[in-house]
């Protein structure tokens, strides 16, 4: 690696740059010696790396000058896993009791194998909860939305990758409402059948507004037999 110490000064500086002794980082130059730098111009710095396994490492560079000491950090850090995921995801509007799901693109953009675990809370839910992840790989993660009760939902679809540095955080967000449902009639007469034998008839429910659902009073006009029931009960 090369850096480069400038002199933004009209005049020459002398310039001394130095390293603590350090197995993994070494100066191409001589240490402890003052170098000329004349004005305008920059000299170059070469830093040896040589590591031993996989992992990051640290370390400082200090240029020393008439004016004063600058500490440069030097870092190196070794391959890892990076996940990407979107940060919010919304479910449309969902009937109260019944399930929605999305389905999410999860990618390793790092140039390690990532580990990754998933979690959410009710009334959230998520498929693929563990798995291994290549680097450069995806893989589709499906997300539920199944609430009990109406309103405004919100939760959290926490990703933790095995580095356990890497930690990503999806915001939920989903409605749940609830659905006006009628009858498709008010009465059902069965045809006559024989003893022994059935006989049948469907009857829809679908979603109705409130000005269409029928009232009790037409329920026990086209059932006689719900009202005499009823009578009886009171």
Same mark, same amino acid.
């Given at each position: 690696?090369?850096?480069?110490?400038?002199?933004?000064?009209?005049?020459?500086?002398?310039?001394?740059?130095?390293?603590? =002794?350090?197995?993994?980082?070494?100066? *191409?130059?001589?240490? %402890?010696?003052?170098?000329? @730098?004349?004005? +305008?111009?920059? !000299?170059?710095?070469?830093?040896?790396?040589?590591?031993?396994?996989?992992?990051?490492?640290?370390?400082?560079?200090?240029?020393?000058?008439?004016?004063?000491?600058?500490?440069?950090?030097?870092?190196?850090?070794?391959?890892?896993?990076?996940?990407?995921?979107?940060?919010?995801?919304?479910?449309?509007?969902?009937?109260?009791?019944?399930?929605?799901?999305?389905?999410?693109?999860?990618?390793?953009?790092?140039?390690?194998?990532?580990?990754?675990?998933?979690?959410?809370?009710?009334?959230? =839910?998520?498929?693929?909860?563990?798995? *291994?992840?290549?680097? %450069?790989?995806?893989?589709? @993660?499906?997300? +539920?939305?199944? !609430?009990?009760?109406?309103?405004?939902?919100?939760?959290?679809?926490?990703?933790?990758?095995?580095?356990?540095?890497?930690?990503?955080?999806?915001?939920?967000?989903?409605?749940?409402?609830?659905?006006?449902?009628?009858?498709?009639?008010?009465?059902?007469?069965?045809?006559?059948?024989?003893?022994?034998?059935?006989?049948?008839?469907?009857?829809?429910?679908?979603?109705?507004?409130?000005?269409?659902?029928?009232?009790?009073?037409?329920?026990?006009?086209?059932?006689?037999?719900?009202?005499?029931?009823?009578?009886?009960?009171?």
């Amino acid at each position: 690696m090369v850096l480069s110490v400038t002199n933004k000064d009209k005049i020459p500086r002398l310039v001394k740059v130095c390293m603590e =002794s350090c197995p993994y980082f070494q100066l *191409a130059c001589p240490r %402890g010696v003052y170098h000329k @730098v004349p004005a +305008g111009t920059s !000299a170059p710095v070469c830093i040896h790396f040589s590591p031993e396994e996989n992992k990051d490492y640290s370390h400082e560079l200090t240029c020393i000058t008439t004016r004063g000491r600058i500490v440069v950090p030097i870092w190196a850090i070794a391959a890892r896993a990076v996940l990407d995921f979107p940060e919010q995801l919304d479910f449309s509007r969902c009937p109260v009791k019944s399930s929605s799901q999305k389905t999410l693109l999860l990618r390793n953009s790092g140039n390690l194998e990532a580990h990754f675990q998933l979690s959410t809370q009710s009334p959230f =839910s998520v498929t693929l909860a563990t798995g *291994a992840l290549g680097a %450069g790989g995806t893989v589709q @993660v499906t997300v +539920g939305f199944h !609430a009990l009760t109406a309103g405004d939902h919100c939760g959290c679809l926490a990703v933790c990758c095995s580095t356990g540095k890497e930690r990503i955080h999806t915001h939920l967000h989903g409605e749940a409402v609830d659905v006006n449902v009628g009858l498709s009639t008010n009465s059902v007469e069965l045809d006559k059948t024989l003893i022994t034998m059935s006989s049948h008839r469907t009857v829809c429910a679908p979603p109705r507004a409130a000005s269409q659902m029928p009232s009790d009073q037409h329920l026990q006009e086209g059932c006689p037999a719900w009202q005499e029931e009823t009578e009886e009960s009171l």
